[in-house]
């Protein structure tokens, strides 16, 4: 008994002497970590992804303000700023917190404290919030800009927004990802036709040159991280590239197959932003007592088809509503009903209705289903008003990266948005900086 007293006088001592704002910190992170590798499937659980933990949370948004196609990717220091907006169907006004996580160049959660990479107030206060005007699906419209006033980024990386509910950050909301960098290295683009033969009239190549700016790069091959990133698709995006060659203060990556994607095909496309009227690519409108109903016009599959340019957003996608005051708030809810015409079930994977509006996942809610009947797969999708783009993907058994092709069909030249990131792990720092970007389209160039 001496000896169990003694033991607890020294913890509790050395509780003390730790200091509680470093206790909560480390308690947080290991509580994380345990969370992410035990119980991962748990509702609960915090995702370092872009995450909705609540049935009742629709309409996830981050973009900068007024511009609803922009990335999620802050510059160090800057000036730009991202407005996380959602809608809560529950009906009851709540109260919602948010934080933020530093993450690891592949979204795992980093070893730095909140200390290190925030300033300000680490728990913050959903305050600006309203009520769904003369719509049938009533929601809460609730939204936060950031960086504010009251919390701000001090280092780069990948950071993850946390929003959980009565100040518990046991009760999850949702999860969005954005990155901020540091601008620090020019990265030079280089898109062109496959270089092997066989893919040269259906894939893209990325080939690129990274030239040393403000950061001082040591031992590249293993300090220096590149992801490439096609449209905002997460499941194919290219990774684990070393440098081809180094030159003085440049790193070249030129490859004939490791750094090619699918060039697909353009998105398809369809808008509601008013039930007055049939808009293209929409067969018919009807609703009930509790809600919308969107008839899609019947798809089919493009595989073999000829190549043809069309206006979109490459996947995107943008909440309105004809003639609204604040389309955030005005606009409805409707189930769509996307139909393919297909005359037999596929063996060996599942489709899905695929795009932003998926969080770029292969959602259950998005999974089409074969209609024997009818010859055709479809599926029904609770969306808020707006223009969508969307594919239908193949996701075969036991794979991850989707098959666009199957259904949709491959040509090189396909318009397509780009994103490279480049990560360098200081070996001075404890953490993997972010230290520059490049988006760049596959068409309009730079």
């Known amino acids: 008994m001496y000896i169990m007293k003694s033991l607890l006088f020294v913890l509790l001592c050395f509780c003390f002497v730790d200091g509680s704002a470093q206790k909560k910190d480390r308690k947080k992170k290991d509580k994380n970590r345990e969370q992410v590798e035990e119980a991962y499937f748990d509702e609960n659980t915090?995702?370092?992804?872009?995450?909705?933990?609540?049935?009742?949370?629709?309409?996830?948004?981050?973009?900068?303000?007024?511009?609803?196609?922009?990335?999620?990717?802050?510059?160090?220091?800057?000036?730009?700023?991202?407005?996380?907006?959602?809608?809560?169907?529950?009906?009851?006004?709540?109260?919602?917190?948010?934080?933020?996580?530093?993450?690891?160049?592949?979204?795992?959660?980093?070893d730095m404290m909140e200390t290190e990479y925030l300033s300000g107030f680490y728990d913050n206060y959903i305050s600006d919030y309203e009520f769904s005007f003369n719509t049938l699906q009533k929601y809460i419209h609730y939204e936060f800009t950031f960086p504010n006033e009251d919390v701000s980024i001090t280092k780069s990386g990948n950071y993850v927004l946390y929003v959980f509910e009565d100040n518990d950050q046991e009760k999850p909301i949702l999860t969005k990802r954005f990155s901020v960098t540091e601008n620090g290295i020019n990265i030079i683009p280089n898109l062109k036709r496959a270089s092997k033969i066989d893919d040269r009239d259906y894939r893209q190549e990325i080939d690129f040159n990274l030239v040393y700016g403000t950061v001082a790069v040591t031992n590249p091959y293993s300090n220096i991280k590149v992801y490439v990133q096609q449209n905002g698709r997460i499941d194919n995006m290219i990774t684990g590239l070393k440098p081809v060659f180094v030159k003085d203060r440049e790193l070249v990556y030129d490859f004939d197959e490791a750094n090619v994607f699918d060039g697909n095909n353009e998105f398809r496309f369809f808008?509601?932003?008013?039930?007055?009227?049939?808009?293209i690519n929409v067969q018919k409108y009807d609703k009930n007592d509790s809600t919308n109903l969107i008839y899609l016009k019947m798809d089919t599959k493009r595989t073999y088809k000829n190549y043809y340019s069309t206006n979109e957003l490459n996947g995107k996608y943008v909440i309105d509503r004809e003639n609204a005051n604040d389309p955030d708030v005005d606009s409805d809810y409707g189930f769509v009903h996307f139909q393919l015409k297909y005359f037999e079930p596929i063996q060996g994977g599942d489709l899905y209705a695929f795009g932003a509006f998926s969080d770029w996942k292969f959602k259950e809610e998005f999974k089409m289903v074969f209609n024997e009947d009818k010859g055709i797969y479809e599926v029904n999708a609770y969306l808020k008003q707006g223009y969508y783009n969307y594919q239908y993907v193949l996701l075969s058994d036991n794979k991850k990266v989707g098959d666009v092709s199957f259904i949709e069909g491959t040509h090189f030249e396909t318009e397509n948005d780009y994103t490279i990131y480049v990560y360098y792990a200081d070996p001075s720092e404890r953490y993997e900086r972010l230290i520059g970007v490049k988006e760049f389209n596959s068409i309009k160039g730079r």
């Open 46 to 110: 915090i995702r370092y992804d872009n995450f909705v933990y609540k049935d009742y949370i629709k309409t996830v948004t981050l973009y900068r303000p007024g511009l609803a196609i922009s990335s999620t990717i802050l510059a160090l220091n800057g000036k730009d700023r991202l407005l996380l907006g959602f809608d809560d169907l529950s009906g009851d006004i709540k109260d919602y917190n948010y934080t933020v996580f530093h993450c690891s160049s592949d979204w795992e959660p980093s």
């Open 271 to 279: 808008d509601f932003k008013s039930f007055n009227y049939q808009s």
